[in-house]
């Protein structure tokens, strides 16, 4: 079979996305390819289809058991020969394992960094025939990552085992630093390197100041979703207990999910996730990088995240089947001090002062008034239009704006006459004529920025700093210092205005949120039925609903409502295996519900 017909066959696609082909024909080509694109986008199809299309065992590195698992259980739904190695299996089954190996009999085995870099591993994987290596969730390689993983950083030696092997890294997630150093930790040769869109068209991001403990907002926004699926994340194990008891209290068929746990309670709780028993799984970040649900349709951080690169990994859980899915990120002043608190303790190292620029970039993230998808895609290197709907700052930008051109350009003039040498905190003190010694030592109380900005706090000043960060009219370079773009350089020219909200300079305020509907394009009712017989199937097969068919799947059957094999074929994500698998009975339910109306 060729391409199309292997992608419709197993996986019940008619097309590829963009740039799944491109990185398809890569890795047919036997050539090392990194791949970053959003979760949601289709990396796993990029490396599955090219491994039924050559010969021998396609060896892929993840970091969790739980991922691993959903994966090989929803390959072979799809009638793909799979399997995992990992501590979870008996010595016997390892075994039988293996022999499947020898024999061919496997196109695709999951194992964890761990288990690779194990010495008779190694040696065992020398007498199979490996086409080439996957490398999931790639960013764990890097020290500068979010996620970094120390046996991950010894997957180099992959090119020196096998120098001829080709390696595919997958990643949601990667600035320019944490790509070169990928690419340079894996030794990978020549690399075909395809970055997609970080914007995410079905995700509405929206963040909000804490009010109190945050319960209050939880609940209004909980009521606005409905009874779907989502997960909630929180800063300890001892808050996401004490949310999750109070969300059961409230009607919420809500589990607590952390490292803490009994592994037959978490086991038990993750279970009953999938299997959509419980509708909203409270956590630590513990939970979530693991899970392959689809049909998540919102998350809600209670508190700062402590990168971008963390808050854009655990939203990416919502919306993953292409539907309609939301976020709400609730956060304080005090989650910044906390957040920075544990990083004090660090050893004095580049890396803690990376860490420390993480958290304020997450901060003014949280506290901006820009469009959210496009500051997310900026830190990752993409370029991207304001996303006009799908964020609280474009749904409803606060018209009570202030001017602020004037505190900008005595801002801007501050940091060029200091000689565009100190961090922030240092030019405010200037403008607010600070008697610090180290000011007097520079002599810059002589300047004519000195003391101009004393009717400002300093809170104020490092908002409207904020601002023109923002808006690009700064950088920050080495040891925290800032310096003027050519941006900035026309606003201190009077070339370009500059306003910001007024609640950012005076009172914090909650933003408002639009209500979304998740099945405005749904035949409500046919769809809650085909979701009744999906459940009744997966609990008969022992798998997770989603892996019989996504909600989109069942969306687009409840509008087209097929009668036949053939129109039943057109419809996403139903390939002919899953078809002789459950199609007769979704078509028998079709037909009566047609035959009622």
Not at 64 to 93: F, K, T, Y
Not at 294 to 303: K, L, Q
């Amino acid at each position: 079979m060729n391409k199309l017909e292997i992608l419709q066959h197993y996986f019940g696609h008619q097309s590829f996305r963009n740039q799944q082909e491109e990185v398809i024909d890569a890795i047919l080509e036997h050539q090392d390819v990194l791949m970053i694109l959003p979760t949601g986008g289709g990396k796993s199809l990029c490396y599955q289809l090219p491994s039924l299309m050559m010969d021998g065992v396609t060896v892929v590195v993840s970091p969790l058991l739980a991922l691993m698992h959903d994966q090989v259980v929803a390959l072979r739904e799809n009638g793909i020969s799979s399997a995992m190695l990992s501590s979870m299996q008996s010595i016997e089954e390892s075994k039988e394992i293996e022999e499947a190996l020898y024999n061919n009999q496997i196109k695709l085995l999951y194992v964890a960094p761990e288990r690779l870099m194990n010495e008779y591993f190694l040696t065992f994987l020398m007498d199979l025939n490996i086409n080439f290596f996957v490398i999931d969730e790639a960013h764990c390689v890097s020290e500068w990552g979010h996620e970094f993983r120390e046996h991950y950083r010894m997957l180099s030696q992959l090119k020196i085992s096998f120098p001829t092997t080709a390696i595919s890294a997958f990643t949601a997630t990667a600035t320019s630093l944490v790509r070169e150093d990928i690419v340079s930790s894996l030794q990978l040769q020549n690399p075909k390197i395809v970055t997609g869109s970080l914007f995410r068209p079905n995700l509405t991001i929206t963040a909000q100041h804490r009010q109190s403990d945050g319960r209050r907002q939880l609940i209004n926004f909980l009521k606005e979703q409905g009874s779907v699926a989502g997960i909630i994340y929180t800063f300890s194990r001892k808050q996401s207990e004490s949310v999750a008891n109070y969300l059961k209290k409230q009607g919420y068929k809500a589990e607590a999910f952390h490292a803490g746990l009994a592994t037959n309670i978490k086991k038990r709780v993750y279970s009953d996730f999938v299997a959509d028993n419980i509708d909203i799984v409270v956590a630590t970040i513990a939970f979530g990088m693991g899970i392959d649900k689809s049909n998540i349709r919102f998350v809600v951080h209670m508190s700062m995240p402590k990168t971008l690169e963390n808050y854009y990994q655990e939203i990416g859980r919502a919306g993953r089947d292409g539907l309609e899915a939301t976020t709400l990120l609730l956060f304080s002043a005090q989650d910044i001090v906390q957040q920075k608190s544990f990083i004090d303790d660090l050893p004095d190292t580049p890396y803690k002062q990376n860490a420390y620029e993480k958290i304020n970039t997450i901060s003014r993230f949280a506290d901006s008034e820009s469009c959210r998808h496009q500051q997310i895609a900026t830190y990752f290197g993409d370029s991207i239009e304001p996303c006009k709907d799908r964020c609280d700052n474009c749904i409803n930008p606060d018209k009570n704006s202030i001017d602020i051109t004037k505190e900008a350009q005595q801002l801007l003039s501050a940091i060029y006459r200091t000689n565009q040498s100190f961090g922030i905190h240092y030019v405010v003190d200037v403008l607010r004529g600070s008697q610090e010694q180290r000011i007097l030592n520079n002599s810059h109380n002589t300047l004519s920025v000195y003391g101009i900005g004393k009717e400002y706090s300093k809170a104020q000043w490092l908002s409207i700093s904020d601002k023109l960060l923002e808006l690009g009219a700064v950088s920050i370079g080495e040891y925290k210092v800032y310096s003027i773009t050519p941006r900035g350089v026309d606003i201190l020219k009077g070339k370009e205005r500059v306003t910001i909200r007024e609640d950012r300079l005076i009172l914090k305020k909650a933003t408002k949120k639009k209500k979304v509907s998740y099945f405005d394009d749904y035949e409500v009712e046919i769809f809650d039925r085909l979701r009744e017989l999906r459940k009744e199937i997966a609990l008969e097969n022992k798998v997770p609903p989603y892996v019989v068919f996504s909600d989109k799947t069942l969306k687009e059957l409840s509008v087209t409502m097929p009668t036949d094999k053939d129109s039943m074929l057109e419809v996403h994500g139903i390939g002919e295996v899953k078809f002789e698998r459950y199609g007769e009975q979704f078509l028998k339910l079709i037909k009566k519900i047609k035959n009622n109306q």
